[in-house]
């Protein structure tokens, strides 16, 4: 049985108006320095579905999934890797990837995790199966697990794998959908010995049911394993009659931790009968709060939402409304992952619904601490919506990541195979790269636009002119930000040129103070950033 899921895609536009001071943002720019373009496709295989994405340490990108090899065999699993230009990593497997065929049937690799020694822990399924199978830093099997780098999980009938997770001692937790053709579904968490064999000092014999409703599902689980080693599960919990966010904590032996809002679960029920809500992710930030994302629904929407609790298991009412953000875009929009960045803010990634309902767009927002919109990033009051120019309906994103210099790394799939003026062949699935200050930019070198002069630089008023070579035809625009990186004005509204040398005479705003500043000149998809300073 094949579980499907969304994937969103990140890419730029720069939402133009007349010249005038706008409210300050900072929206993410393709980064040119990942394989030319800030994408590469993952495009060895006639079709690759992505399902998780992992940062090595020295940067190297990890995803996982399932692929084709050819047109109409069964799917493997398959793992690409990714240097961190933007290559592929010819170290790795064959060619840049690994495919993982356990009996010549349908496989797929829904999971990753990496080891202290930069081995590689992946979570199959195969034919109703859960394996779990170790790679050598190259790709390779590593023999020494298992049975030739195999160990295949005591599971029970109907039971699907979702996620694995390390603790800090090595040792090794699944979550699975536990189905029933009689009844709802449950979430259970097994835990392995760092050699694969089951830990039977874990619950009972190894396993924990996390039984919250029988009169409700709960089902399709992620989880994050604290700094103490408790483990925190969440995920889609509810029936016809209401459904919701639930939270269950586990102590390190697998027994419910009733220091948690008093006996390990807690239940915010968000839906309706009209429309359910769905947790997607959890994650748990330095002081020990607690941040759930999914969705919820209201009479008219269904909008992106995070929620959050204190370590106790209380509703955090420092955050949004009494604990609770909701996010509004159109008609549905969901987060599929969190990230806490180092400053405490709260980046949301996932998608939405557009117009038509059945096509979906990249849907991105970042909260401050306490759950308000951070007006300083996107481009609508702390959101960002961007899609393909490219008319298929489904760009979605898996996973992101979040770099230590501050660049997002984002593993995202579509429907059909497209080619995003990327070089080689059409593909399913792209590494995508963006930078979220566009500063670094500054930097970088383009392939569009050539030989940028600004003259004169500094400007003494607000008149200058931005010079530079097109080398194709395009239809280019001009905004300016200020020295954080933030989006200050629209200063030339779209116009095409043709390719060849041109000129742009631009105003700046009277308002702005003398200081650093920086042009950003586009086409849409590339991007050169040059520095100015106002006298």
Known sequence: MKKTYFFAILLCSICIQQTHIKAQSVVPLADSTFNNIGAKALDLLAYFEPLDMQLQADGKILVAGYGYSDAGANYDGILYRVNIDGTLDQSFGEEGFVVLDVDGGDDALFQMALLPD????????????????????????????????????????????????????????????????????????????????????????????????????????????????????????????????????LNTDGSFDTSFSGDGIYIKILGSSLNNAQAEAITVNSDGKIFVGGNSPTLTDVAMTVMSLNASGSTNGSFGSLGIARVPFTLFATARKIIIQPDGKVLLGGYTYQNPPTTTKFAFTRLNANGTPDLTFGTQQGRFVSSLEVDYDVQVIQDMELQGDGRLVAAAWMQETVNLNAPGNTASCYVLRYLTDITVKAEEPSLVFQQTVVSPNPIADETASLSYTLQAAAEVSLSLYDASGRELANLIAPIQQPAGEQTLAFNLPPSISSGNYYLLLSTGTAQKVVKIVKN
């Open 118 to 249: 930069n081995k590689i822990l992946v979570l199959m399924e195969s034919a109703f199966r859960t394996i779990l199978i170790r790679l050598l830093p190259n790709g390779s099997m590593d023999t020494s697990f298992g049975n030739e780098g195999f160990n295949f999980v005591p599971t029970a009938e109907y039971e699907f794998c979702s996620k694995v997770l390390l603790q800090a001692d090595g040792k090794i937790l699944i979550l699975s959908d536990l189905a029933s053709p009689t009844a709802y579904s449950i979430v259970t968490v097994r835990r392995c010995n760092p050699d694969g064999s089951l830990d039977e000092t874990y619950g009972t014999n190894g396993t924990v049911k996390l039984v919250i409703d029988l009169s409700k599902n709960f089902f399709n689980p992620s989880g994050c394993v604290q700094p103490d080693g408790k483990l925190l599960v969440t995920g889609y919990f509810g029936s016809m009659a209401g459904s919701g966010y639930p939270v269950i904590r």
